[in-house]
T-cell receptor
Framework: DAGVIQSPRHEVTEMGQEVTLRCKPISGHNSLFWYRQTMMRGLELLIY????????DSGMPEDRFSAKMPNASFSTLKIQPSEPRDSAVYFC?????????????FGQGTRLTVV | RKEVEQDPGPFNVPEGATVAFNCTYSNSASQSFFWYRQDCRKEPKLLMS???SGNEDGRFTAQLNRASQYISLLIRDSKLSDSATYLC???????????FGQGTTLQVKP
């Protein structure tokens, strides 16, 4: 299996531009997570989906952030408009829900820089 | 108060040393617990789950104290390759909502 695939690996954009991050989870996994990692705040859960349905988006920082999962094999995280404080590494992770002991597998992340 | 708290370190230890990391969590209803490892500029990966009775995997021992809401990881006979950030992780529900601590950085020196 190829694992969780994220694109792009790196993104540099100007403030005010729209940014779209993409994720392909592991085939057969039914939960998908978007995390953001910074030095100051560590790894923060933004949103997670179960069977393509958003379950908890309480971690989404503000209305500029939106996430979709149109099918079991694809998800996007969009930031519009982007701001310099959005600069971080964004990770997508997926898991096969087996109750409490489910293991999450992470993609390699997208390093976003907003200038 | 953060849901999962760890001492960020860094912990600088010589090869062969024993080192312990601690973690506390705030939600008493937390379902399950894990330690993940993250190498520099890489993604986190599962190191081990933490069971109520405590568990061991080679040089690594994890323990859970539900009454104190406290998790620990002990690494014996440290290797250079153990240098990484260790993330304490709590599952808040059966849907697998994983909350990560900020991580503890370990640097093992020759």
């Amino acid at each position: 299996d190829a694992g969780v695939i994220q694109s792009p690996r790196h993104e540099v954009t100007e403030m005010g531009q729209e940014v779209t991050l993409r994720c392909k989870p592991i085939s057969g996994h039914n939960s998908l997570f978007w995390y953001r990692q910074t030095m100051m705040r560590g790894l923060e859960l933004l949103i997670y989906f179960n069977n393509n349905v958003p379950i908890d988006d309480s971690g989404m920082p503000e209305d500029r952030f939106s996430a979709k999962m149109p099918n079991a094999s694809f998800s996007t995280l969009k930031i519009q408009p982007s701001e310099p404080r959005d600069s971080a590494v964004y990770f997508c992770a997926s898991s096969k829900s087996r109750g409490r002991w489910t293991e999450a597998f992470f993609g390699q992340g997208t390093r976003l820089t907003v200038v | 108060r953060k849901e999962v708290e760890q001492d960020p370190g860094p912990f600088n230890v010589p090869e062969g040393a024993t080192v312990a990391f601690n973690c506390t969590y705030s939600n008493s209803a937390s379902q399950s617990f894990f330690w993940y490892r993250q190498d520099c500029r890489k993604e986190p990966k599962l190191l081990m789950s933490v069971y109520s009775s405590g568990n061991e995997d080679g040089r690594f021992t994890a323990q859970l104290n539900r009454a104190s809401q406290y998790i620990s990881l002990l690494i014996r006979d440290s290797k250079l390759s153990d240098s990484a950030t260790y993330l304490c992780v709590v599952n808040l529900s059966n849907t697998g909502k994983l909350i990560f601590g900020q991580g503890t950085t370990l640097q093992v020196k020759p």
